[in-house]
């Protein structure tokens, strides 16, 4: 079989936001997003939110891991060590307080287990949440428009133009997978184990984002390291025949990286990530050039082969 990544067919599904769906999300972004208001006219509650500092000393010495500034803690959430939470209450921002505690005998950090500490407290607010109505306030303070229409019309466009993105990508993939099908491609067990590596560092990275590591993922879906390489080797080859599919075509087709291309590429990187291109070039690694490069080849290489196919839009 011959390469063939031109006059492949695939189908663009094309969703179509509802009113429907917008409602869900509006209701979701609602139950997920507390009205918060100041409180200036009465001392803390049970239940509040208050923003203070804290400062913590064990016989007379501060200790590491004990400091906090504008740190957001509610009242009676069990959060702080017992004891903490309720010597906060009656007090009024502005307010220096010495909270007096005993650490748990079994608390984690074995040299303050069981020992008596004070924190050295300024509370600086204190906050009351509540749920939002469904109303222009909701649009103002939580969506950025003047009315809750408006809001609704501008989630609306931004849920479409995400569902548009999703269905672009999913045909894009499905085109490649077509071409690299055809492609004469043997990877070898030290390149298939490269790319197994490369899965294994994404789905760490992954975890990092949530607070987790491989061991405590691996507890958690009662698995192993060696299993979960094992399961990501066929993922692996396909990503590694893509990409050898994609370099064939850049070939073939005469396609390289040109400055403007990996300037404007850039460009979206820091304005995705809401920073300057000073402050990306700190993480302008060897890797992360490499990663950038083959972005922007992979991009000229999929309008390439989508130019050239018959797209169904369903």
């Known amino acids: 079989m011959s390469f063939t990544y031109k006059s492949l067919s695939a189908q663009l599904q094309k969703h179509v936001i509802t009113d429907e769906e917008v409602d869900r999300q509006l209701h979701r972004l609602q139950q997920q997003t507390p009205r918060v208001a100041k409180v200036q006219d009465r001392p803390a509650q049970l239940g509040d939110e208050v923003v203070l500092d804290y400062a913590g000393f064990c016989n007379g010495e501060q200790f590491a891991g004990g400091t906090a500034q ?3 803690l509610v009242l009676g959430s069990g959060m702080f060590i017992p004891g903490f ?3 906060l209450v009656d007090k009024v921002p ?3 307080v010495i909270v007096k505690v005993t650490f748990p005998e079994s ?3 074995e040299e303050l287990a069981g020992k008596a500490a004070e924190f050295r407290c300024t509370i600086h607010e204190i906050r009351v949440k509540s749920a939002y109505e469904l109303d222009d306030v909701f649009a103002k303070e939580v969506g950025g428009c003047d009315t809750l229409d408006e809001m609704r019309e501008v989630m609306k466009e931004s849920m479409q133009n995400y569902s548009d993105h999703n269905g672009e990508m999913e045909l894009q993939d499905s085109l490649l997978r077509q071409a690299a099908a055809t492609l004469d491609f043997t990877i070898s067990e030290e390149e298939l184990e490269k790319a197994v590596d490369e899965q294994m560092n ?7 984002q ?3 590591n491989l061991e405590m993922y691996c507890s958690f879906m009662s698995t192993t390291v060696e299993d979960l390489r094992k399961d990501a080797r066929p993922a692996a080859e396909a990503a590694a025949r893509n990409q050898a599919a994609v370099e064939k075509v850049a070939e ?3 396609i390289q990286a040109e400055e403007k291309d990996i300037a404007a590429t850039l460009d979206v990187i820091c304005r995705q990530n809401n920073m300057t291109m000073e402050q990306l070039q700190q993480h302008y690694t060897p890797e992360f050039e490499k990663a950038v490069l083959r972005s922007v080849i992979t991009a000229k290489v999929m309008s390439v082969i989508r130019e050239n196919a018959q797209i169904t839009e369903v």
């Open 70 to 72: 504008n740190q957001s």
């Open 85 to 87: 939470e309720e010597q």
């Open 94 to 96: 502005g307010e220096e």
């Open 107 to 109: 608390y984690h950090a």
């Open 202 to 208: 994404t789905l760490e990275a992954q975890l990092a």
């Open 210 to 212: 949530q607070g987790l």
């Open 252 to 254: 073939l087709e005469n």
